[in-house]
């Protein structure tokens, strides 16, 4: 009984110690996992050791974008030790324990048991544990939430009217399980044609900044649509590892957040 207790506060201990930071959106497609990768690179950039959960049971792509897919995390322990990839992140993800596809016909609970497997796990010496949510309001994020309260969340949509008004919705979720919001990203901002330069908005522009002041939330940046960003994360280079351009504003977020 004595063990037991003893093993309780070592887990509070090392609980306190890890900033666990969900990343959630209204709505699919968003660029909630590129934007998680990216900010999981930027923020080890800024020091901290950081592990990635990949929680999108609906589609769970981080092995993807981290380049280890078809690796399976090993169990020790009776807890999953995280995968490693070649950009030092160690993940775990949905994408890992279950064949591609599977994971979709799975109801609240059992990805609710899967989601604590892969959170309880052995993450070590991680300091700042990012999740990157199933897109939406459904139990599973709702239960996620309450399970792990994490100490804040990042919210994430496109300048577009539906994806915002999801967001907002995201946002309640995210009041109703008490987690505070540390802010909110607008993704797909501004596309530079290529062959002339010339910015559009495709999503239309400045709706998330203006959305946040709606809402009195703090507005942490905007990310450009960018054909480099999707090339890199379907062959595992993501921006965020190297100092130009387009790394920059996963870094400025990525400050916000460290601050
Ligand atoms: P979500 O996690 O919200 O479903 P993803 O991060 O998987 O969205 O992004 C959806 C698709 O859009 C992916 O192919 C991704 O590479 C691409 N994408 C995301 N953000 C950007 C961006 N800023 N510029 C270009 N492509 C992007």
New binding site residues.
């Given amino acids: 009984r004595e063990d037991v207790s003893e093993t309780r506060v070592v887990l509070t201990a090392e609980r306190k110690q890890r900033r666990l930071i969900a990343v959630g959106?209204g709505k699919?497609?968003?660029?909630?996992?590129?934007l998680t990768a990216n900010l999981a690179v930027a923020l080890a950039k800024l020091g901290h050791k950081v592990g990635l959960v990949d929680a999108?049971v609906y589609?769970p792509?981080q092995p993807v974008i981290f380049g280890n897919q078809g690796q399976k995390p090993v169990a020790r322990d009776e807890k999953l030790v995280p995968v490693d990839s070649d950009i030092g992140i160690p993940v775990l993800s949905m994408g890992h324990l279950v064949e591609p596809g599977r994971a979709l016909a799975w109801r609240g609970p059992m990805a609710g048991n899967a989601l604590s497997q892969l959170i309880d796990a052995h993450w070590d010496d991680v300091d700042t544990l990012l999740v990157d949510l199933p897109?939406g309001t459904g139990d599973v994020q709702l239960t996620m939430l309450q399970r792990f309260k994490p100490m804040g969340a990042v919210l994430v949509s496109t300048p577009q009217d539906l994806a915002l008004i999801d967001a907002a919705r995201a946002g309640q979720l995210f009041d109703q399980a008490g987690v505070p919001i540390i802010g909110l990203v607008e993704?797909?901002a501004g596309y530079a044609c290529p062959h002339c330069g010339e910015m559009s908005d495709p999503f239309g522009k400045g709706g998330v900044e203006t959305a946040a002041q709606r809402l009195d939330l703090p507005f942490l940046g905007r990310?450009?649509?960018?054909?480099a960003?999707?090339e890199g994360?379907d062959k595992g280079t993501l921006p965020a590892a190297g100092d130009d351009l387009l790394a920059q504003p996963f870094h400025d977020i990525a400050a916000k957040i460290h601050s």
């Fill in positions: 959106s699919g497609g968003v660029g909630k996992s590129t999108d589609g792509s897109p993704n797909m990310i450009p649509l960018d054909l960003i999707r994360s």
